[in-house]
């Protein structure tokens, strides 16, 4: 991991030196758009709605519209702005854990102890154990202000961004301020129903089987030969484009389609064999899921 931010936390006169991790990440597979008659990359442009000129980004100012009146902000004026530049994490209180909504929890990250001795970050941690708090804490990351919760997982700290009070919905729906009358059978057989389904919480046992399925898919096409150049499929925006380049491009790219059709329909040989499908990051063959499982995914592993 990459340490995204280093600061310090402080409380009273205790400073305890930091270094910040993203504690999540994205576990979908990353698909783009491209045009369906030969794979190449769909970009988008700014353009100005007035005149139709495509705008460069150092042309781009912020606006605030309310719907009546647009006002421009430049980055003169955002410049303007009290920075928040501290690299302090001040503790503003230390709460009972159970007042903390999970409802206003958003991104977590991991604190890694930054000094010589991480003394002050084990007493603050064993601190918050003992005591049962959550410590409520105000930091500044990205040029923006954070409200956060600062809690203990495991043997490590973990600062948790909250949303606002004013970012949270009230539920206000007429149908729960009806009265309803619960009989005492009706709620005998519910909790016995929930004591059916009664278990310890393992994260590890639950998978997301669409992004397993599509992974398996797009390896089924890989080793099928359905697929293409990665370099044949967009343009070097860092050349000028001339009217030769582009034709050379489309040719390759049409060449491109065209065996990757003869291969399909048999009629050509196959593409150079594709590298075998691999788990994400891990360089093993994947043993949890195979193309078998589901119709459509061992449709597509099968040869024409």
Known sequence: MRAIWKGALTFGLVNVPVKVYSATEDHDVSLHQVHSADGGRIRYQRICEIDGEVVPYADIDK????????????KEDLDSLPAEKSREIDVVEFVPSEQVDLLTLDRA???????????????????LEQTDRTAIVRF?????????????????????????????????????????????KELEL???????????????????????ELRT????KIEKGDALDTSETFADHEKEDTGGEVIDLME???????????AREGGADAPASAPPKTDRGSGKTPAKKTAAKKPAAKKAAKAS
Do not use: M, N
């Open 109 to 127: 990250y991991y604190l890694e102890p930054d000094s010589v001795s991480p003394k002050a970050y084990v007493l603050l941690r064993k601190t």
């Open 63 to 74: 606006a605030y519209d309310d719907g009546e009146r647009t006002v421009i902000l430049t």
């Open 252 to 262: 390759a790219l049409r060449a491109s389609v065209e065996r990757s059709r003869a």
């Open 217 to 220: 898919l797009i390896d089924a």
């Open 190 to 212: 519910s909790a016995s129903l929930v004591e059916s389904f009664a278990s310890d919480f393992d994260p590890s046992e639950f998978v997301d089987e669409y992004q397993e």
């Open 140 to 184: 500044s990351l990205r040029q923006k202000t954070r409200l956060a919760a600062l809690r203990v997982r495991g043997d490590v700290l973990v600062l948790q961004t909250l949303l606002w009070a004013d970012e949270v919905r009230e539920a206000a729906f007429p149908a729960l301020d009806e009265s309803v009358r619960i009989s005492a």
